[in-house]
T-cell receptor, first 112, second 116 residues
């Protein structure tokens, strides 16, 4: 079946690194995504990784993919207060290019 | 990125009335639009997928007679919640993409519906 799981809450100090973890079940997923949702707003695509990649870096963001364990992580370096938001992991199952399966979201709180 | 706009951002309606939510793509032709529903502290659940000019495809468990979707043009899709009840109160989000199924879908800002 299709299922994406994330921890619900993460608290970090400003300037530290944040690591948000996600596990998924569909080993044939083609793309995996990280979205950011600020209060009362829609989703903003942060980054994505194709399933044949291990790592992708984009400025302060680093995505690591362990396909064997079906584990995805998002690392935010030098976390700022503006990074406080809910972060959703999502997978795109193969053959289901119309559909994204979302995790429940991880609420990141950044404190001084 | 491309812009998708939802209207209204929030709406309060009386139980038993119907509410229409609009989703517009402002700078691209949205061949396909998706409607999601998000309960507090929960994830987005896909409700339906609509292709321009065709009937929407609903996910299992979503009542098509209650959640009417129209996608009559390449820039506009509407979701009408008919005979709304308090349990329909939720955050509704649309996303849209062009004709390439592998391109990114862009999300609207969402509509918070409260039924009293």
């Amino acid at each position: 079946g299709e299922d994406v799981e994330q921890s619900l809450f993460l608290s970090v100090r400003e300037g530290d690194s944040s690591v948000i973890n996600c596990t998924y079940t569909d080993s044939s997923s083609t793309y995996l995504y990280w979205y950011k949702q600020e209060p009362g707003a829609g989703l903003q695509l942060l980054t994505y990784i194709f399933s044949n990649m291990d790592m992708k870096q984009d400025q302060r963001l680093t995505v690591l993919l362990n396909k064997k364990d079906k584990h995805l992580s998002l690392r935010i370096a030098d976390t700022q207060t503006g990074d406080s938001a809910i972060y959703f992991c999502a997978e795109r199952p193969s053959g289901g290019y119309n559909k994204l399966i979302f995790g429940a979201g991880t609420r990141l709180a950044v404190h001084p | 990125g491309a812009v998708v706009s939802q209207h209204p951002s929030w709406v309060i309606c009386k139980s038993g009335t119907s509410v229409k939510i609009e989703c517009r793509s402002l700078d691209f032709q949205a061949t396909t639009m998706f409607w999601y529903r998000q309960f507090p502290k929960q994830s987005l659940m896909l409700m339906a997928t609509s292709n321009e000019g065709s009937k929407a495809t609903y996910e299992q468990g979503v009542e098509k007679d209650k959640f009417l979707i129209n996608h009559a043009s390449l820039t506009l899709s509407t979701l009408t919640v008919t005979s709304a009840h308090p349990e329909d109160s939720s955050f509704y989000i649309c996303s849209a993409r062009d004709q390439n199924p592998y391109t990114e879908a862009f999300f609207g800002q969402g509509t918070r519906l409260t039924v009293v």
